[in-house]
């Protein structure tokens, strides 16, 4: 069982950044494949993007892409979201998911979730 636990979110004004990161309780993360979803009030959870165990290959949703960047560092057992040029529209709240290997977009696909972090972008 892997246990997921996000952290830095918050409210940011339009325009800004935040990094979240998601790093397991209880066991190593290194070979396990990261996904980063989100969550809006009244929405489904929509994927935001995902890398390989490695970090050799990443994915993401063409809302984010080019704003959003997903990195890992193995040695700490952490994975990152670094997001910039936020926008309203990126409110919600973020979740990260891990299974060993990356298998989709969709998040009926992993098994092992955290408990979410809340990501507030004004306008």
């Known amino acids: 069982q892997v246990q997921l636990v996000e952290s830095g979110g918050g409210l940011v004004q339009a325009g800004g950044s935040l990094r979240l990161s998601c790093a397991p309780s209880g066991r190593t993360f290194s070979r396990f494949a990261a996904v980063w979803f989100r969550q809006a009030p009244g929405k489904e959870r929509e994927f935001v993007g995902a890398?390989?165990?490695?970090?050799?290959?990443?994915y993401y949703a063409d809302s984010v892409k080019g704003r959003f960047t997903i990195s890992r560092d193995n040695a700490v057992n952490t994975v990152y979201l670094q997001m910039n040029s936020l926008k309203p529209e990126d409110t919600a709240v973020y979740y990260c998911?891990?299974?060993?290997?990356?298998?989709?977009?969709?998040?009926?696909?992993?098994?092992?979730w955290g408990q979410g972090t809340q990501v507030t972008v004004s306008s």
């Open positions: 890398i390989t165990w490695s970090g050799g290959s990443t």
């Open positions: 998911a891990a299974d060993v290997a990356y298998r989709g977009s969709s998040p009926a696909l992993y098994h092992f």
